[in-house]
């Protein structure tokens, strides 16, 4: 996809300059953390709660820059004692590395990597104590499943999903082997898209409410929030990775979104166009058409390559490609309507005029022959499978 190979540099270079950012924080509030890494270790500089930590007003309380950063060092080069924060059930979540069982809610912690049950154990005054470790589960591409919440995290959610970070670890239970199938189709389906994903992303937060959509977020850079309460079948995870995944990707590409635009990127659009319910900004509604095109083209491959074998999920599949692409041509007309682009986000919009249109000619036996009446700002399949009964002709 043109539109992916043009911003791929782009990408790299946001990622660089977000690494940068949290690498001068670092150097400012703990040169005595950063001295422990070597000039080649700047992996940990993205590590998403780390951006967590500096934006949340409160970030000391909820975890400490030891322990965000604790599982990137090599073993033999661990501190013998680091502070950390636990959980109200007394779990310490160091990213990267995994969850350690602790008594109280604020304790230091050392990495013993010698014996047969190398892990993480309790400092205390009579010394170490044995503590339950359970190491971070990993997914295709190196990506973590986050298995249960953390302070750290719940200051992600707002006060409409306060039980939302309370659910981490039953979501991820019901749900992980979805998650990572679904991974795994993106990566045979379109290998770039593949590449660019496990290039950004991090980890994976299921979470379940009624309150909240799935999200992406600068303040965890590298993280994608997917809320299993809109889908749990591969279908919809194949759709919600591209989607959240997508705008990790353009939040690097886009770090200075000004350039797109001849007039501020926080004008609301509805303000432009006299529609007082859209109250999107710009910079937010081109981050929705740049991942409206992404889920298009993935999940017409995954049509044309007939990637699941039995015709329900193929049938979800078809609507969802067919919900996504009419929001894709509603959006893209409507941005490009109006006379607010730079030089560069012209050059942008054209680009995505052009997958609009490879989109519409490549699939042209698949898009405007299903009902989508009743579908609200989330798809469901539900509602789709009452008005379109499955033909498993298609």
């Known amino acids: ?67 965000l950063v604790a599982g990137y060092l090599p073993a033999l080069r661990r501190s013998n004692s680091i502070p950390a924060v636990a959980d109200h059930t007394g779990i310490v979540y160091l990213p990267g590395a995994g969850y350690v069982k602790v008594a109280g809610l604020t304790v230091k912690l050392q990495y013993v990597p010698d014996g047969d ?4 154990y309790q400092v205390r005054d009579s010394g170490m104590e044995r503590c ?12 973590e499943m986050m298995t249960r919440g953390s302070p750290i995290v719940a200051a992600l959610f707002d006060s409409s999903g306060e039980g939302a970070a309370e659910s981490i670890a039953a979501s991820s239970g019901h749900c992980a082997a979805a998650v990572e199938n679904s991974l795994g189709i993106i990566g045979n389906v379109w290998p770039q898209l593949y590449r660019v994903l496990t290039t950004v992303l991090r980890r994976v ?17 590298g993280t994608v929030f997917c809320n299993i309460a809109l889908g749990r079948t591969e279908a919809f995870f194949i759709e919600d990775l591209t989607h959240q995944g997508g705008h990790v990707a353009f939040a690097a590409a886009a770090l200075d979104p000004a350039t797109y635009f001849r007039i501020p990127s ?3 659009v509805g303000d432009l166009t006299g529609d007082a319910r859209d109250r999107r900004s710009l910079y937010v509604a081109l981050h ?67 997958a609009w249109s490879t989109l519409a000619i490549r699939h042209t036996s698949r898009l405007g022959m299903v009902d989508l009446a009743g579908q609200d700002y989330n798809f469901s399949y539900e509602r789709f499978s009452r008005l379109n009964p499955i033909d498993t002709g298609k």
């Open 1 to 67: 996809m043109d539109l992916l190979t043009q911003l791929e540099p782009q990408i790299r270079t946001g990622q660089q300059e977000f690494a940068g950012i949290i690498g001068e924080l670092l150097r400012r509030f703990r040169p005595d953390l950063m001295a422990q890494f070597r000039v080649c270790d700047e992996n940990y500089l993205l590590e998403p709660f780390l951006f967590t930590y500096f934006s949340a007003e409160d970030g000391p309380r909820r975890a400490s820059l030891d322990q």
């Open 117 to 120: 049950e190398p892990g993480w």
């Open 132 to 143: 339950m470790y359970r190491p971070c589960q990993l997914m295709c591409g190196g990506i």
């Open 205 to 221: 937060v299921l979470f379940e409410s009624v309150a909240s959509n799935s999200f992406a977020t600068t303040r965890a850079q």
């Open 266 to 268: 926080g004008t609301i």
């Open 288 to 354: 929705g058409i740049f991942t409206e095109a992404l889920m298009c083209h993935c999940l017409g491959l995954c049509l044309e390559r007939r990637v699941f074998e039995d015709a329900r999920r193929q049938h979800e599949l078809l609507g969802r490609f067919n919900f996504i692409f009419a929001r894709f041509t509603s959006d893209l007309r409507l941005l490009s309507e109006l006379a607010i682009f730079s030089e560069d986000g012209r050059a942008f919009l054209g680009r995505l005029q052009s």
